[in-house]
């Protein structure tokens, strides 16, 4: 495949890419919608280990897609039948430091390619990029072009300032926010957050000066405003 074909294949998934990954599941009577960097690997862990325990435990993480639904976000709030909704969310700040560290620090270490979803902005990206480089390309992007791991959190659960979903939980207050959920689902409590990239490591201060601080304050002024999380001082 040539760079031109892989750049207008990615070019051609940008619709079919805005809508919502949502895992439905009857047996659980729950709906999760997928945020990228929040948590949504412990989600779906949790919710295969379940699934395993009602069908056999031999049950492959494949058998999830079966469950998992694409929808327009307006269509979401009508999704028949009811079922309780909900999606995680995290401090900007982090949620990108994750997303540099696994898109382009880990491919990096393990020379891999840059996913094509990336080419598609051109010379924008690259694997040997410095965090500021990244935080820089990403305020460049609107988020009606943005690739899901660092498209705005609102994007995937608010419309017009509102709610898309029964309950916003929040990373850093997992456990807590997690029992919100059991009360209204069938899921049961997590025994342990399942691969949180930047939940350890430097601080964010290591990452962000004054500078970047703006960069991020001003790409997810949304978050900010919407999901409750404070801004940095400078």
């Known amino acids: 495949m040539t760079a031109s074909s892989t750049f207008w294949r990615a070019v051609l998934k940008w619709p ?31 919710v295969l280990r379940q699934l395993r325990e009602q069908k056999g435990p031999d049950l492959p993480k494949e058998a999830l897609w079966q469950y998992v639904r694409f929808v327009p976000a307006e269509d979401l709030p009508g999704l028949a039948p009811p079922r309780f909704s909900f999606g995680f969310v995290r401090d900007p700040y982090a ?27 051109g010379r924008a990206f690259s694997l040997q990029m410095s965090f500021p480089d990244f935080v820089r390309a990403v305020g460049t992007v609107p988020d009606e072009r943005a ?3 660092f498209r705005s959190q609102t994007r995937f659960l608010f419309r017009e300032g509102r709610p898309l979903v029964d309950f916003v939980g929040h990373l850093e207050r997992f456990d807590e926010d997690w029992a919100e959920v059991c009360r209204h689902t069938r899921l049961q409590p997590v025994a342990r957050a399942y691969n949180v990239t930047g939940a350890d490591g430097p601080r964010l201060d290591e990452w962000y000066d004054p500078d970047l601080l703006a960069v991020v304050e001003q790409r997810y002024a949304e978050d900010f405003t919407l999901l409750g999380y404070p801004k940095r001082p400078r």
Not at 25 to 44: F, N
Not at 95 to 114: D, N, Q, T
Request: with cysteine; charged share 30%.
């Open 16 to 46: 079919s890419l805005q809508r919502l990954e949502v895992l439905d599941v009857p047996e659980l009577e729950a709906r999760a919608v997928q945020v990228p960097k929040t948590g949504s690997g412990t989600i779906r862990m949790q």
């Open 147 to 149: 690739e899901k791991h």
């Open 95 to 121: 949620r990108l430091v994750s997303c540099y560290r696994h898109k382009i620090l880990a491919e990096r270490r393990r020379g891999k390619r840059l996913s094509p979803l990336f080419t598609v902005y």
